[in-house]
T-cell receptor
Framework: SQTIHQWPATLVQPVGSPLSLECTVE??????LYWYRQAAGRGLQLLFY??????ISSEVPQNLSASRPQDRQFILSSKKLLLSDSGFYLC?????????????FGPGTRLTVL | QKEVEQDPGPLSVPEGAIVSLNCTYS??????FMWYRQYSRKGPELLMY????GNKEDGRFTAQVDKSSKYISLFIRDSQPSDSATYLC????????????FGSGTRLQVQP
């Protein structure tokens, strides 16, 4: 069976500090990978998605970046955090195929920028 | 106008009630429809996945899609306090990127 991990689970960072969130998937290969942000009481905002190693598409201009150094590893980074970067960050994976398949989410990372 | 509209609630019902959750959408290219349940401070978990129009049943849950009206529903029978969560609808088309477009979620409270 497939599992998806995210860490850390909770993070409190000062404004201007760097960020690195990691997501790894087990039990599948060559998945599509996604980073979402969810503000309190809001829906999911797609930040980045990746269809393969080194292939990153950005959905929203911001001071965040993403990288996929390995097939089942997806990293979200920032050089300098802003207050507005606070939120719940979710990673998701999806099988490739002729049809759009569902996405499976990780447990999330709650980021608070002070 | 948002691509997917969902009433944020909260929706409060007594235990045992039938719950109806809904989303409307504007993009006629959407063909895949999903419902996720999200407990507080947790990642969303998939409840139902349907393709095109029609009904799908799984235990106490029934998903309905009406593409002509651009309207989808999730029904929960015999609701339980453990069903208290936020329910997110999500959908996608068949071409291009396969990312999902989400509704903002409806918060459901089932009172014991």
């Amino acid at each position: 069976s497939q599992t998806i991990h995210q860490w850390p689970a909770t993070l409190v960072q000062p404004v201007g500090s760097p960020l690195s969130l990691e997501c790894t998937v087990e039990g599948t290969s060559n998945p599509n990978l996604y980073w979402y942000r969810q503000a309190a009481g809001r829906g999911l905002q797609l930040l980045f998605y990746s269809v393969g190693i080194g292939q990153i598409s950005s959905e929203v201009p911001q001071n965040l970046s993403a990288s996929r150094p390995q097939d089942r590893q997806f990293i979200l980074s920032s050089k300098k955090l802003l207050l507005s970067d606070s939120g719940f960050y979710l990673c998701a994976w999806q099988r490739k195929g002729l049809r759009t398949d569902t996405q499976y989410f990780g447990p999330g990372t709650r980021l608070t920028v002070l | 106008q948002k691509e997917v509209e969902q009433d944020p609630g909260p929706l409060s019902v007594p235990e045992g009630a039938i719950v109806s959750l809904n989303c409307t959408y504007s993009n006629s290219a959407f063909q895949y429809f999903m419902w996720y349940r999200q407990y507080s401070r947790k990642g969303p978990e998939l409840l139902m996945y349907t393709y095109s129009s029609g009904n799908k049943e799984d235990g106490r849950f029934t998903a309905q899609v009406d593409k002509s009206s651009k309207y989808i529903s999730l029904f929960i029978r015999d609701s339980q306090p453990s069903d208290s969560a936020t329910y997110l609808c999500a959908m996608s088309g068949d071409t291009g990127r396969r990312a999902l477009t989400f509704g903002s979620g409806t918060r459901l409270q089932v009172q014991p």
